[in-house]
């Protein structure tokens, strides 16, 4: 799971297997939420996103789940292969605040080939 | 392509020394940011701009400065003021105030000696 903090939870899968990294809120005016992957030393590219009149989306081999009732996200990579290797980060909008986007610390992904 | 670019990659500077990181982008974005990143950490939002010639403060604004005089560009000065500035800083744009995807640049990363 993923916390805000100085230590990085990491998640360790075998390639094939399905993973869940999960993610845990704090705004309960959040409307917005979206995940991110960096791989290291680049810059966050966009994986999913969702807004609070969902409770699920889904991407090409991701799922998104929201549960705004005890303020948890969850992303979850289907068939995780080598490549999904990297950190992954969820956001919340703070509409108080200009919408700013507020990151998680981020969760470590490693898959075992 | 249309982008964000963030340049140089890697800077090093020494103690007591200003530094201004670039970033341009040509993906016509009205929203511009810059995030701090440190190892184990979350981004934290330095400052941000809606709007030519606007900025806003961010989380940790103290020791930075930018300026938006041109939709395209929001550079960021590290000033010496900053107690610890060795990071990885992000530049990310938007297309408006709206929740929704922020786009990343590759990042810079500035090292003090």
């Known amino acids: 799971g993923e916390s805000v903090g100085l230590h990085l939870p990491t998640l360790s899968v075998q390639e094939g297997d399905n993973s869940i990294i999960n993610c845990a809120y704090s705004?309960?005016?959040?409307?917005?939420f979206i995940w991110y992957k960096q791989e290291s030393g680049k810059g966050p590219q966009f994986i999913i996103d969702?807004?609070?009149?969902?409770d699920k989306r889904q991407g090409q081999r991701v799922t998104v789940l929201l549960n705004k009732t005890v303020k948890h996200l969850s992303l979850q990579i289907a068939a995780t292969q080598p490549g999904d290797s990297a950190v992954y980060f969820c956001?919340?909008?703070?509409?108080?605040?200009?919408?700013?986007?507020?990151f998680g610390a981020g969760t470590i992904l490693r898959v075992k080939s | 392509d249309g982008g964000i670019t963030q340049s140089p990659k890697y800077l090093f500077r020494k103690e007591g020394q200003n530094v201004t990181l670039s970033c341009e982008q040509n993906?016509?974005?009205?929203?511009m940011y810059w995030y701090r990143q440190d190892p184990g950490q979350g981004l934290r939002l330095i400052y941000y701009?809606?709007?030519?010639?606007?900025?806003q403060k961010g989380d940790i604004a103290e020791g930075y400065s930018v300026s938006r005089e041109k939709k395209e560009s929001f550079p960021l000065t590290v000033t010496s003021a900053q107690k610890n500035p060795t990071a990885f800083y992000l530049c990310?744009?938007?297309?408006?105030?709206?929740?929704?995807?922020?786009?990343f640049g590759e990042g810079s990363r500035l090292t003090v000696l």
């Open positions: 990310a744009s938007s297309m408006g105030t709206a929740p929704g995807e922020l786009f």
């Open positions: 701009s809606q709007i030519v010639n606007d900025f």
């Open positions: 956001a919340e909008n703070w509409p108080e605040y200009g919408n700013k986007l507020v």
């Open positions: 705004n309960s005016a959040s409307d917005y």
């Open positions: 993906l016509n974005h009205d929203a």
């Open positions: 969702i807004r609070s009149n969902m």
